[in-house]
């Protein structure tokens, strides 16, 4: 699992990045001015990727966020097992088992998919 590392100040919302170790998408940065003794801070609202979980970050804009590398593809479908769906990687040929996207329908062995995957998560982000 790669990651790279950004400055607090530099990270916009839609963004990636990694709250107790979860893929998250940023919804909301606020940040607040420094005060008499202190940084200034940013308090960041995400939303797990794979997960759907609220994550909060609180953070000095001066400090430094962990951001995921994460691989994106196109994958085959190869086959549909009740709520999980067996794609192939077009790239490298491996296959691997992903949960299946409950606002894709007609998923169907065969079917050409857009995917992302970070370490042993994986998900369909749309049908082609």
Known sequence: MEKAFKKVSQLKEGG??????SVCRIKSIEKSKPGRHGAAKA???????FDGQKRNLLRPTSA?????????????????MGDIVQIM????YSTFDVKKP???????????VEFMRYGDNALIVRKK
């Open 16 to 21: 990636f990045i990694l709250i107790e170790e």
């Open 43 to 49: 308090r960041i609202q995400a939303i797990g990727v």
């Open 64 to 80: 430094e966020a962990d951001i995921p590398i994460i691989e994106k593809g196109t994958a085959q479908v190869v086959a549909v």
């Open 89 to 92: 990687d077009l790239k490298d």
């Open 102 to 112: 409950g606002d894709i329908s007609g998923l169907k062995s065969g079917n050409e």
